[in-house]
């Protein structure tokens, strides 16, 4: 399906006289028998009105345009992006570059790694040579990530996060050079926007096992160049696993931005908030993060009732309650989480306003003072039906609460 797919925009592109290659991931992907199902292609000419032809024939479904002359396709399960062959100058180190259409070779130049820097044409009179100018195959055999030019990481130090993600996800290694490069190069992270430097965060964390890129990243002295420098908790592969267990349900990467920003102060989270423009979710949820760790003590004294467990933590994301049920080092604390995770947090009663009103109950804060009594009561236990239920809202209704005042968070 995908060849066909491919070979109808060889012959198109054939047509307008263009010229097509498959480059970048998937072609490393190919070539170490890896799947990969984004699909990237370099026209040598104008990308977009080649899509635009694609999509014109019905094959395929154009869905976006964007800057620098480049345009996404789908079919079927694959994505297609075609761009336009660029060649590219950096005016300053961590500026974005300056683009201008070139040639493949030049699109080669312009990459990041040797093994991200090969190409398969496509074009009806070379199809599927292998175009390997900065000798990738060589260094994919000898398992090596290695820049195209000493220049690289300075130029983009977004390249240092790139080389970590992926010699750790082939377990591959610097080449010397490289490693002498990027080392000297950290400072140069400094030049570049929070914006950048928090999507390739966001694709480590995307990574299956990203405990070891992040645990790489913190021995490089990456992470303290970021900012983190509490350092990364020697528990983070086992954090991380837990992170990952089915039954969480706070989302990846929120849950491990909460894990990583653990060990921090409030102060230091806001500077790193601040720093990488986090957005709205994963701010609050690191937040809640903190704020819960330092009232931990409160879910530590002893025979707290289920009712008051669920009144310290309903008001927090469940990230951040997971987070501290995954780092948290208090016995205690940890087990009262876990029944809130598991248990208190599903629980409902089973009256709701409009059965109250049957009851002669009218809508108003009383209305809601016996919903919140009966729910306590369900999460205590002391009612397990409706019909007990029943009971308690018209006792209660008499003026015979004797229900427990909610400890209240601090
Ligand atoms: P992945 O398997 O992680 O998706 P990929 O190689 O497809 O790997 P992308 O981030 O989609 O990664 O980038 C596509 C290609 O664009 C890369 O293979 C690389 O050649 C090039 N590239 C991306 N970012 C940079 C960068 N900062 N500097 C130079 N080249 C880059």
Redesign the pocket.
């Known amino acids: 399906m995908l060849l066909e797919l491919v070979a109808d925009i060889s012959t198109l592109a054939a047509g307008r006289s263009e010229r097509v290659y498959l480059?970048?991931?998937?072609?490393?992907?190919l070539l170490l028998g890896y799947p990969?199902l984004?699909i990237?292609l370099v026209v040598e000419g104008d990308a977009v009105g080649l899509a635009r032809g694609l999509a014109g024939t019905g094959k395929a479904k154009l869905l976006a345009r964007h800057h620098f002359g480049t345009a996404t396709l789908k079919h079927g399960e694959f994505t297609v992006?075609m761009a336009t062959a660029r060649k590219?100058t950096y005016a300053r180190p961590g500026a974005l570059p300056e683009v201008a259409p070139g040639t493949i070779r030049d699109d080669?130049a312009?990459?990041?790694?040797s093994?991200?820097?090969m190409a398969v044409a496509l074009s009806p009179d070379d199809h599927g040579e292998l175009i390997d100018l900065h000798g990738g195959r060589a260094d994919l055999e000898q398992r090596l990530i290695r820049v195209l030019h000493p220049g690289?990481f300075r130029?983009?130090a977004?390249?240092i996060l790139?080389g970590v993600?992926?010699e750790q996800?082939l377990g591959f290694e610097f080449e010397v050079q490289t490693a002498g490069l990027l080392r000297r190069d950290i400072p140069m992270l400094d030049t570049i926007s929070g914006d950048r430097i928090r999507n390739?965060l966001e694709?480590i964390l995307d990574?299956k096992e990203p405990e070891y890129a992040i645990r790489r990243l913190d021995d490089l002295g990456v992470l303290p160049r970021l900012g983190l420098t509490t350092g990364v908790s020697d528990d983070i592969h086992e954090m991380f696993r837990e992170a990952r267990n089915p039954s969480r349900t706070g989302k990846l990467p929120t849950l491990y931005f909460c894990l990583l920003m653990y060990p921090t102060t409030v102060d230091e989270l806001e500077v790193f908030i601040t720093r990488f423009n986090m957005p709205s979710g994963p701010s609050r949820a690191m937040r809640d993060t903190l704020h819960l760790k330092n009232s931990l003590h409160l879910l530590q004294r002893p025979s707290l009732k289920p009712s008051q467990v669920y009144g310290l933590l309903q008001e927090y994301v469940a990230p951040a309650i997971e987070a501290n049920a995954i780092a948290s080092e208090s016995t205690a604390a940890r087990g009262n989480l876990e029944l809130f995770l598991t248990e208190l947090r599903h629980v409902k009663s089973s009256l709701n306003g409009e059965d109250l009103q049957k009851l002669g109950i009218p809508p108003g804060p009383e209305m809601g003072r016996i919903l919140r009594a009966l729910h306590r009561a369900r999460l205590d236990g002391e009612v397990v039906n409706r019909i007990d239920e029943e009971r308690l809202a018209c006792s209660l209704l008499a003026g015979n609460d004797n229900a427990e005042p909610q400890p209240q968070r601090e």
Not at 110 to 113: E, G, K, P, S, Y
């Open positions: 480059v970048g991931g998937v072609v490393r992907d990969n984004d990237d992006d590219e080669l312009r990459r990041d790694f093994i991200n820097a690289s130029d983009d977004t390249r790139r993600r992926y996800r390739e694709l990574e």
